[in-house]
C-alpha cells in the first residue's frame, strides 16, 4: 500500500520561506508524477505544482516565481520551497504522487495526509 508522508508545514510571517518535504513508500516502483495541492478553507483543492519522474514541471500561475518543486527520484521524495510567501497562500497542502499500473495505460493517483501551512501578515 503506497503511503505519502508529508512534513515541514508551519506558521510563517509574510515575506518569509518553508519547504515542504513528501516521500512515498510502500511501492517498488517510482510515481511517475508527484507534486502539491492546496486548499483553503471553504475551496476547492489546487494544484500548486508538479514534476514529472522526467523533471517537467508546472505551475499554479500565483506561485510561478515564487515556488519551486524539486524531486529525488532514488528517494522517492518530492519537495516544494515555498519563498516570499503571501497570507493567501495559506492552505492545507496535499502531496499527491501517482503510479502506473502493470500492463495498463492508467494510473492510481495518491494523497498525502496534509500539512498546513500558516502566513501571518
Known amino acids: 500500500q503506497v503511503q505519502l508522508v508529508e512534513s515541514g508545514g508551519g506558521l510563517v510571517q509574510a515575506g518569509g520561506s518553508l519547504r515542504l518535504s513528501c516521500a512515498a513508500s510502500?511501492?517498488?516502483?517510482?510515481?511517475?508524477?508527484m507534486g502539491w495541492y492546496y486548499q483553503a478553507p471553504g475551496k476547492q483543492r489546487e494544484s500548486v505544482a508538479t514534476?514529472?519522474?522526467?523533471?517537467?514541471?508546472n505551475y499554479a500561475d500565483s506561485v510561478k516565481g515564487r515556488f519551486t518543486i524539486s524531486r529525488d527520484n532514488a528517494r522517492k521524495t518530492v519537495y516544494l520551497q515555498m519563498n516570499s510567501l503571501k497570507p493567501e497562500d495559506t492552505a492545507v497542502y496535499y502531496c499527491?504522487?501517482?503510479?502506473?499500473?502493470?500492463?495498463?495505460?492508467?494510473?492510481?493517483?495518491?494523497w498525502g495526509q496534509g500539512t498546513q501551512v500558516t502566513v501571518s501578515s
Open positions: 510502500g511501492s517498488a516502483d517510482s510515481p511517475d508524477t
Open positions: 499527491y504522487a501517482n503510479f502506473r499500473i502493470p500492463g495498463l495505460t492508467a494510473w492510481r493517483n495518491y
Open positions: 514534476v514529472t519522474s522526467g523533471g517537467w514541471s
